[in-house]
């Protein structure tokens, strides 16, 4: 019966294995992740504006948020070019582009 309640406000079930207790801890991180970082700091004005953050938010989270790790080098991307000048930090040119009215920002070095 829940189901067919979820079915006709466009929502799909996905089935999941009893037995899969990290599966639950994983969406636990995504769900409070998207709660602490965009619902904690944006007011919703109504659902066409949730389904506009979202994905612009899971885009930014996936794509260009650098996530720790070695050398701050994300899965699947090169490790970034190493400053071998000190000098050469007092000169960086860095670009912030803000998303979604400036609650999310992403840096980059100017070309």
Same mark, same amino acid.
């Given at each position: 019966?829940?189901?067919?309640? %979820? +079915? @006709?406000?466009?929502?799909?079930?996905?089935?999941?294995?009893? /037995?899969?207790?990290?599966?639950?801890?994983?969406?636990?991180?995504?769900?409070?992740?998207? /709660?602490?970082? %965009?619902?904690? /700091?944006?007011?919703?004005?109504?659902?066409?504006?949730?389904?506009?953050? %979202?994905?612009?938010?899971?885009?930014?989270?996936?794509?260009?948020? !650098?996530?720790?790790?070695?050398?701050?080098?994300?899965?699947? &991307? #090169?490790? !970034?070019? #190493?400053?071998?000048? !000190?000098?050469?930090?007092?000169?960086?040119?860095?670009?912030?582009? @803000?998303?979604?009215?400036?609650? %999310?920002?992403? &840096?980059?070095? +100017? +070309?």
């Amino acid at each position: 019966m829940f189901d067919a309640i %979820l +079915a @006709d406000t466009g929502i799909k079930v996905a089935l999941s294995g009893v /037995r899969t207790p990290r599966m639950n801890s994983v969406m636990e991180r995504r769900v409070q992740t998207c /709660r602490r970082e %965009l619902l904690d /700091r944006t007011s919703i004005w109504n659902q066409r504006h949730l389904l506009h953050a %979202l994905p612009v938010f899971e885009r930014f989270y996936n794509s260009h948020q !650098p996530h720790q790790g070695i050398e701050n080098a994300r899965s699947l &991307y #090169p490790f !970034p070019t #190493p400053i071998a000048v !000190p000098d050469a930090i007092a000169h960086l040119d860095i670009r912030r582009r @803000d998303r979604l009215g400036g609650i %999310l920002h992403a &840096y980059r070095h +100017a +070309a």
